[in-house]
């Protein structure tokens, strides 16, 4: 599911489900997106103000080729932390732990 150019994914674990009571949520986004562009397209898309943006990038990790003793990598992605003002929601990701 892409959301955008910019914002690929919602990133559903244990700990962003977490952070989201804190008005944090994680995104997959583009390797070359700023913060400036992930705050914008976040407001354009969902309605919400955002107050903080923090970016990392993940190191691919090796990857077995199965029934060899050969690796593999996985490619290197960038996700996205954001904050909301206080008391706003993104429904998105709430969502998605309702199913999950």
């Known amino acids: 599911m892409r959301l955008s150019n910019t914002i690929y994914t919602p990133i559903v674990t244990e700990k962003s489900f977490s952070l989201a009571s804190q008005d944090r949520y994680v995104f ?9 562009s992930i705050k914008n397209e ?10 903080d943006v923090n970016t990392a990038i993940i190191p691919g990790k090796p990857k077995r ?17 954001v904050q ?3 008391g706003q929601k993104i429904d998105l990701v709430e969502a998605g732990g309702e199913n999950a």
Do not use: C, H, Y
């Open 84 to 86: 909301l003002k206080s």
């Open 42 to 51: 976040i407001q354009r898309l969902f309605g919400v103000d955002v107050i």
């Open 65 to 81: 080729i199965m029934r060899t003793r050969r690796f593999t990598k996985t490619p290197r992605w960038k996700k996205a932390i």
């Open 28 to 36: 997959e986004v583009n390797m070359r997106a700023t913060k400036g």
